[in-house]
């Protein structure tokens, strides 16, 4: 998300017709509430958007951690059900606990989706299919996993394996080699090394930052 100030918020918000939005959810922070909105057209800065000075008056940070937890306290957690069911990570997804590495699995879904133009998993997926999808791209999950999971029993059989059968495997590597050659085989690396089903193989954020993927051309 950006952050940027109410100010700022009311002068676009006033400066457009097509958005239905009370500001009042944005200036005073006191409630939420759901919004509707139809599409905005917005323009971005002129020039290449992979040049960095087209971008340099844009400050970005980081919201919305309405879930978030303390870095050295990963066991204090406000709820086992996190993320959107695109970007969910299997250990959630069937109650095993999570930490650290349910984040780099979105951040893989993310890097999907911002380089394929579409979502691995669709964003309006039904929370009780997910599972499934991940499964038809990435296999079952290992058995370890499953016993430690709380919801495990509503996808998968006692003898590890799923409780629908699939029509067959999808490859994510397959899918961006189609794309045009460039960077597309070191975003199959990325990926690869991100899209681990058991969180304990996982990398961490800083391997993931030293991934060539990542790195300036």
């Known amino acids: 998300m950006l952050a940027v100030s109410p100010e700022d918020i009311d002068s676009f918000l006033s400066s457009t017709t097509h958005a239905r939005i009370d500001t009042a959810l944005f200036t005073t922070g006191k409630r939420v509430s759901r919004t509707q909105s139809t599409p905005i057209a917005i323009s971005v800065p002129p020039g290449d958007v992979n040049i960095y000075d087209s971008w340099k008056h844009v400050n970005a940070k980081l919201a919305d951690l309405e879930m978030a937890c303390w870095e050295d306290n990963v066991g204090d957690h406000y709820t086992q059900m996190i993320q959107s069911p ?6 959630v997804c069937i109650g095993a606990g999570w930490g650290k590495p349910a984040d780099i699995w979105s951040i893989a879904c993310l890097a999907y989706q911002l380089s394929m133009g579409k979502s691995l998993i669709t964003p309006n997926c039904d929370s009780d299919a997910v599972p499934f999808f991940q499964a038809l791209y990435f296999g079952n999950l290992p058995m370890h996993m499953l016993k430690r999971g709380a919801e495990s029993s509503k996808f998968y059989k006692d003898d590890g394996t799923l409780k ?4 067959g495997r999808l490859s994510v590597e397959e899918m961006v080699l189609k794309q045009p050659p460039g960077r597309a085989r070191m975003l199959v690396d990325f990926l690869k090394r ?3 089903l058991d969180p304990e193989q996982r990398p961490t954020a800083r391997e993931l930052l030293a991934h060539e993927w990542v790195q300036p051309s």
């Open 194 to 196: 991100a899209f681990v």
């Open 86 to 91: 695109a970007l969910r990570a299997p250990e």
């Open 164 to 167: 629908i059968e699939l029509p």
